[in-house]
C-alpha cells in the first residue's frame, strides 16, 4: 500500500497570487495524478505527473496556471498560479502502485480563494 | 474506458444492508470494476474491485451480473460512518500507472 500526504491542508489566499501544494508518497511511484474538486463537484483529473518528464495535462488545463514539479519518485507540487475566486477548490494528489490495482489518494487541500 | 452510470442519491437505514446499483453497458471484456468512496472532507478509498465473479471483502460485497453490464456494491450493515459518496468505476486491470476517471456517482446518506 502506499500512504500519501499533502501540505498544506488548507489555505486562504488573495486573487493573483500563487500557491504551491506539496504531494509526499511513501513508496516510490511512476506516476502522481492532480485532480481538483470543484464545491459539490465530482473530481477531475488536472494532469499526470513521470518523474523526469514534463507533465501531461488534460483539456482545460494548461502548465502556466497549473505548473507541476516531479523531481524525484516519491515528492511533485502543483502550483495554482495568479488565482481567481473560480479556482476554489479541493485539490488531491493520487498515486498507484506499478502493476497494482489500487489508486491511493491524499487528504486534498483545501484552497479557499478571496 | 467504459462510461458508468449511477444513481445521484440513496438513503438507507442504520443497520440494514445498503445497495448501490452500477450500469456500464459498454463495458468490454478485459475491464474491471471498481468501487471507491469518498468521506466527507477525505480522499477516495478503495472499496472491491472484480472481473465477473462475486467478490466479498471485509468492507463490502460486489455482485456482477453475467452479462458484465451491471453491478451492485453491497454494504451488508450500514453504519453511520458509511455515509459517502461512491463511485463505481470500470478500467483495466493493474493499471496503476493511468488515473481514475471518475463519474458524478451515488451519494448514500445512511440515516439513524
Known amino acids: 500500500s502506499a500512504v500519501i500526504s499533502q501540505k498544506p491542508s488548507r489555505d486562504i489566499c488573495q486573487r493573483g497570487t500563487s500557491l504551491t501544494i506539496q504531494c509526499q508518497v511513501d513508496?516510490?511511484?511512476?506516476?502522481m495524478f492532480w485532480y481538483r474538486q470543484q464545491p459539490g463537484q465530482s473530481l477531475t483529473l488536472i494532469a499526470t505527473?513521470?518523474?523526469?518528464?514534463?507533465?501531461?495535462?488534460e483539456s482545460g488545463f494548461v502548465i502556466d496556471k497549473f505548473p507541476i514539479s516531479r523531481p524525484n519518485l516519491t515528492f511533485s507540487t502543483l502550483t495554482v498560479s495568479n488565482m481567481s475566486p473560480e479556482d476554489s477548490s479541493i485539490y488531491l494528489c493520487?498515486?498507484?502502485?506499478?502493476?497494482?490495482?489500487?489508486?491511493?489518494f491524499g487528504p486534498g487541500t483545501r484552497l479557499t480563494v478571496t | 474506458d467504459a462510461k458508468t452510470t449511477q444513481p445521484p442519491s440513496m438513503d438507507c437505514a442504520e443497520g440494514r444492508a445498503a445497495n448501490l446499483p452500477c450500469n456500464h453497458s459498454?463495458?468490454?471484456?478485459?475491464?474491471?470494476v471498481y468501487w471507491y468512496r469518498q468521506i466527507h472532507s477525505q480522499g477516495p478509498q478503495y472499496i472491491i474491485h472484480?472481473?465477473?465473479n462475486n467478490e466479498t471483502n471485509e468492507m463490502a460485497s460486489l455482485i456482477i451480473t453475467e452479462d458484465r453490464k451491471s453491478s451492485t456494491l453491497i454494504l451488508p450493515h450500514a453504519t453511520l460512518r458509511d455515509t459517502a459518496v461512491y463511485y463505481c468505476i470500470v478500467r483495466s486491470p493493474h493499471s496503476g500507472n493511468t488515473p481514475l476517471v471518475f463519474g458524478k456517482g451515488t451519494r448514500l446518506s445512511v440515516i439513524a
Open positions: 505527473a513521470n518523474q523526469g518528464s514534463e507533465a501531461t495535462y
Open positions: 493520487s498515486a498507484g502502485l506499478a502493476g497494482g490495482y489500487e489508486q491511493y
Open positions: 472484480g472481473l465477473k
Open positions: 459498454t463495458i468490454s471484456g478485459n475491464e474491471y
Open positions: 513508496s516510490q511511484v511512476t506516476m
